[in-house]
C-alpha cells in the first residue's frame, strides 16, 4: 500500500447523533449522513493516493462505525482495523503516542474524536491556527519522529 514516508493520516470520526441522543457518550452512533461522509472520506482518500496499512480508532460505536465504513470502502483486510480503548476522547500525548507504537505498521489511519485529534493536527501541520477537523474531516501530515 502506499507509504508515504513519515505521513499519517488523520480523521476525525463521521456526524454523530447529537444533541437528541438521550445514551451514553460512547454508544451515539452515526447518522445517516455521518455514514455517507464517512464513505466519502475514504473515496476521496483513495482519490488522493491514500490507503492506510493500518486503521486505528477509538472503540467508541461512533469512532467504530467510521473506521468500519472507511475500512470496507477501502477493502482493507479486517487485520488491518484495530480498536485502542486508550483513544476515546484522548489527549493529543495519548494520540501521538498510539501513532507512534504503530510507526513500523506503514501508512496508518487513525480516527478519533475532537478535541484531540484537531489538536493533533494543528501540533502535525504546525499551524496552531489551523481551523479543526470537521466530521468526517481529514488530512496527511507529517509525524514527528521519536516519542
Known amino acids: 500500500m502506499n507509504r ?3 505521513r499519517v493520516l488523520l480523521m476525525r470520526h463521521a456526524h454523530a447523533e447529537w ?4 445514551g451514553e457518550d460512547f454508544d451515539r452512533p452515526l447518522t445517516p ?3 455517507a461522509d464517512a464513505a466519502g472520506a475514504a473515496r476521496a ?3 488522493a493516493g491514500y490507503v492506510p496499512d493500518l486503521l486505528l480508532a477509538s472503540p467508541a460505536r461512533r469512532t467504530r462505525q467510521t473506521a468500519e465504513v472507511v475500512a470496507a470502502t477501502l477493502e482493507l483486510p479486517s487485520s488491518a482495523v484495530r480498536f485502542v480503548d486508550s483513544l476515546y476522547n484522548a489527549s493529543v500525548s495519548t494520540l501521538a503516542r498510539e501513532l507512534q507504537r504503530a510507526s513500523s505498521a506503514g ?6 474524536h475532537n478535541p484531540g485529534i ?3 493536527a494543528q501540533k502535525f501541520a504546525a499551524d496552531p491556527a489551523r ?4 466530521p468526517a474531516g481529514w488530512g496527511c501530515f507529517s509525524a514527528p519522529a521519536g516519542p
Open 4 to 6: 508515504p514516508e513519515g
Open 19 to 22: 444533541p437528541g441522543y438521550s
Open 107 to 112: 501508512l496508518v489511519l487513525l480516527v478519533a
Open 118 to 120: 484537531s489538536a493533533l
Open 131 to 134: 481551523p479543526p477537523l470537521l
Open 45 to 47: 482518500m483513495r482519490a
Open 33 to 35: 449522513r455521518g455514514l
